[in-house]
């Protein structure tokens, strides 16, 4: 697809389990973000990949998120022992030029 | 103080009206500036960008900067029920060594509703 795809598009975990969210970018993209969305609220940005370099990870909440993009195209967002305030919408997004393009999210709800 | 701030809204216009959304952001590095609309339940999406130095216009859009007064504003001309979405306002600031990557910093959002 021309798009950038996110998976699964839906997620629902108990508290405390492991998650792992996995963004494809568009090809050739070499920028990745990825933010939180919160119901009713604008994305919060949480890191940034250039190839396969994370050079910002100041937006993560915690140590329990780790992002990784080791071959500088698919991204993988994980979450160890998930918390009630982790739901929410995580979008990635990759770049060309100025213009983010962004996946469709993917909603997770931890119970 | 956020660094960026939208009224939630919703705001209300009749179909064919001009909607007007603003956005105060309170960088003055700020250095470039982005609207996306949203539909309920969908991701982001952009509809335009403008740099520091100039108003952009396109098609029933149009983006205007009051850099003096912080704030930067969409207009859109001949509103349509298919406008209804929330509207992001992003910035997207450059690093104190004057390089950029292209973190964008958003707004709380506006809802927009378009009557007919």
């Known amino acids: 697809g021309a798009g950038v795809s996110q998976s699964p598009r839906y997620k629902v975990a108990k508290r405390g389990q492991d998650v792992a969210l996995r963004c494809d970018p568009i090809s050739g993209h070499v920028s990745l973000f990825w933010y939180q969305q919160a119901l009713g609220q604008g994305p919060e940005f949480l890191t940034y990949?250039?190839?396969?370099?994370?050079?910002?990870k100041s937006g993560l909440p915690s140590d329990r998120f780790f992002a990784e993009r080791p071959e500088g195209s698919v991204s993988t967002l994980k979450i160890q022992r998930t918390q009630q305030e982790d739901s929410a919408v995580y979008l990635c997004?990759?770049?060309?030029?100025?213009?983010?393009?962004f996946g469709p999210g993917t909603r997770l709800t931890v119970t | 103080q956020k660094e960026v701030e939208q009224n939630s809204g919703p705001l209300s216009v009749p179909e064919g009206a001009i909607a007007s959304l603003n956005c105060t952001y309170s960088?003055?590095?700020?250095?470039?500036f982005f609207w996306y609309r949203q539909y309920s339940g969908k991701s982001p999406e952009l509809i335009m960008f403008?740099?520091?130095?100039g108003d952009k216009e396109d098609g029933r859009f149009t983006a205007q900067l009051n850099k003096a007064s912080q704030y930067v504003s969409l207009l859109i001309r001949d509103s349509q029920p298919s406008d209804s979405a929330t509207y992001l306002c992003?910035?997207?600031?450059?690093?104190?060594?004057?390089?950029?990557?292209?973190?964008?910093?958003f707004g709380q959002g506006t809802i927009l509703t378009v009557h007919p």
């Open positions: 992003a910035v997207h600031l450059f690093n104190a060594g004057g390089t950029s990557y292209g973190k964008l910093t």
């Open positions: 990949f250039q190839n396969e370099a994370q050079l910002d």
């Open positions: 960088d003055r590095g700020s250095q470039s």
């Open positions: 997004a990759s770049m060309r030029g100025s213009e983010q393009y």
């Open positions: 403008i740099y520091s130095n």
